[in-house]
């Protein structure tokens, strides 16, 4: 097996997407702009943890929104009780507790909100809150053999019913308006323009982390399990392979991929709501991985990019339209071009490049295609 | 019950099957049904559509559950097993429509199977080094792809799929094989090859194979078991169930 080739390209892929997001942004934009920008990767790392998730294992879920908000939870309780101590909350009747809490009459800080005054901890929650709900989900689910559209059924109703709980414990959680006015982040000010060009990086270099570990995944024999329990189940479960513990295993990844993005988005945008939990946006976190193309990790990320600055220039102009429009690109996508960007780019762009690149005449060595491209002409 | 092997229960059989019963809604698809497999043996099950030999493949695999009876392999009991766990004690199964991932070349199919690096780190730390390489090449000579490895499993002919499953199941190791119709759709010449492969099989494994085809049945069987209407009809040599009356009544009596 010629796997070098394949490497190689991945690797030249990753390589253009880390210079476009830790030079090219940084170098063009203001920091307005690169603030939005990191915004925009966040959800990156929902479409990452689909990509493998739902691309290559099959595994729909509507409901990524969960972990990416219990992620960015996890980080607002902390950031929320750092910015409530007792000095700069003497306004209050009980001083010392986030304002929502006061406004709704809680005179007490709840004991599940006490450990996140550790920053270690609550730096680990943000990981292993969304991991060990996504694994109880899991467990319940792909141990009954339940998969498909009942799996994605499952998992919206799940994000709704969240969302639900959190609108209406209002004194727990800060209700509809989410957790806001989020000053520090262990002393230091994340509402400056140095911090915010500082979380970019820190964002970009953890995308980056996220799609070297993606492809570790998907070049390992996991990776080739992946596709082919996507394809014939069966014959995996009869080759001797707890399917369960695969799918559990790869829907706890993706889950932690998208808590990560959720933490992030808590720290550079400054707040942390219901709106980023629900159903809409856990199916637009889809829509950006098929965009993107459902099989390609480095697609995602343009995916979660050209869709959120589409989002946010049309729905500037046409705020009530850009519900309808999204739902148009995601048909447009499903039907003409099912492999999104990336297979567009495999297609169209790549046998171009190879025309001009190759000058001795073309050798097509079907035998060293990357799979990837065996997937598409399956498909 | 007509049973030929009825007082050897004890003797050291690699599978034994007793009693078993499942019943779908109250429909028995397969009914108190026994027999019992040597090592080295290859078994035939015949018999009309719809007599519960695919169901039992089903059941002794673990995809089925049984309502009642034993299926016991070596001395491990299968019916308490699941899927996974009934393929590492041996049991490999091929499934009547050719089952393999299309998407993937025919060497990823071999090495997907390969019985090593089974859980989930295990895949994740799993290294394709000279040993699943030779073993994944000495396999594909066996079952006639030495020169498609690189290829994609989707564009492989209909009998070069149903021999590709044979080979991801002889990969496994395991020491029963059980072949759903693994002629069937072939052409002349690859039912011959397939004869052959199957008698090379035999030389290390025991082999359960349902079949319609009577001409290649009794090139390869040591024993045939008729069933009939989730019973055991009549069982022997293929010989003696073809001249056996009660089999000759089931199959040309209406």
Redesign the interface.
Known sequence: ?NTTLYTRREWIALAIVAALILIVFPVTMDVFRLNLVGKYLTYAFVAVGLVLCWGHGGILSLGQGIFFGLGGYCMAMFLKLEASSPENTAIQSTPGIPDFMDWNQVTELPFWWVPFKSFPFAAAAVILVPVVFAYVIGAAMFKRRVGGVYFAIITQAIAAILTILIIGQQGYTGGVNGITDLRTLLGWDIRTDSAKFILYFVNAVLLIAVLVLGQM?RM???G??L??MR??E??????????A??KI?IFCLAAAFSAIGGAMFTLQVGFMSPSFVGIVPSIEMVIFAAVGGRLSLFGAVYGALIVNWAKTSFSETFPELWLFAMGGLFIAVVMAFPNGLAGLYRSHVEPFLAKLTRKSPPSPAP?TAP?EA??L??E | MQQTNPASTSKDFLLSVEGLTVSFDGFKAVNDLSFYVDENEIRVIIGPNGAGKTTVLDLICGRTKATAGSIRFRDKELTRMREHEIVHAGVGRKFQNPSIYEDLTVFENLELSFPRGRGVFGALAFKRDAEVVSRVEEIAEMIFLKNQLKTEAAILSHGQKQWLEIGMLLIQSPELLMLDEPVAGMSVSERVKTAELLHRIIQDHSVIVIEHDMKFVQDIAHRVTVMHQGKVLSEGSMDHVQHDPKVIEVYLGH
């Open positions: 097996m995944v390992s024999k996991f080739r399990l596709i082919a394809d014939k069966d014959r995996v479960r009869f080759s001797g392979y707890s399917v513990d695969f295993f035998d799979v065996v997937k002409a399956a």
